[in-house]
């Protein structure tokens, strides 16, 4: 957050000195930090993108991604229900969700995706999914790293928790409501930035705390966000 004391005139955040990721528990982080299962399958990202005519930015986000990441990687666009969404999901290291996130007040198990049909994928159901192969999702939807009333007070209990805990290493998740064209703005330059070279021992997931620094990083520097919108998006796991 911020602005920190500085020697400069120009405010800093602590975003420009540091970068920051998140855990739900001690042992989850443990885990996303174990060797995970090998596996001879390309490199792959499912995008999930129910059609919705509420949220107009989904078709430009599916083709900013597209256009950005290019034949670097398979990209897969899936419109399902949440049964074969989540076989789907096995198939895939990388994936993008790109719909509604749903919060029930005092039922946190009950907090979901909005996927084909206004189906929804629950919190419990992805908790209950086992994903050995996963390493990477970005949630672009709201509220899926906010907490609700009726979490346990000393644990993190939220959508992107629950990504984590069937096996995704890391996740970036958003604390409130976001913006339909931030998803895709964000999306853009994080996908840049994670797909942009360096040491190509470093796995994928390993580089997505620092692709969203430098994606939330270049918006507030570009097109001068308020600070609740860039400080919306958040990295959880290793």
């Not at 034949?71 to 994936?95: M, N, W, Y």
């Not at 919060?103 to 159901?125: I, M």
Request: proline content about 5%.
């Amino acid at each position: 957050m911020g602005p920190v004391p500085s020697k400069v005139k120009v405010k800093r955040y602590f975003s420009d000195v540091y970068i920051s990721s998140y855990t739900p528990t001690l042992s989850a982080l443990i885990k996303s930090r174990e060797p995970g299962v090998q596996t001879s399958d390309p490199l792959s990202l499912l995008v999930i993108a129910p059609p919705d005519t509420c949220l107009v930015g989904v078709r430009e986000e599916i083709a900013v991604i597209r256009r950005t990441l290019g034949s670097s990687i398979d990209i897969g666009v899936l419109d399902a229900t949440p049964k074969i969404t989540t076989e789907s999901l096995r198939h895939h290291r990388l994936a993008h969700f790109t719909c509604h996130g749903v919060l029930e007040k005092g039922k946190p198990f009950e907090a979901s995706f909005v996927l084909h049909g206004r189906k929804r994928l629950t919190l419990l159901e992805i908790v209950r999914s086992r994903l050995p192969t996963a390493e990477f999702a970005f949630l672009s939807a709201c509220h899926t790293a906010e907490l609700t009333d009726g979490s346990i007070a000393d644990e993190a209990l939220h959508l992107t928790a629950a990504m984590q805990h069937c096996g995704f290493r890391s996740v970036v998740g958003t604390i409130w409501a976001m913006e339909d064209t931030d998803g895709r703005d964000v999306a853009e330059h994080f996908y840049k930035s994670m797909f942009s070279g360096g040491d190509q021992n470093i796995p994928y997931y390993e580089r997505s705390a620092k692709a969203l620094l430098d994606a939330v990083q270049k918006l507030r520097r570009e097109k001068r966000l308020s600070m609740e919108r860039w400080v919306n998006f958040v990295h959880y796991g290793a």
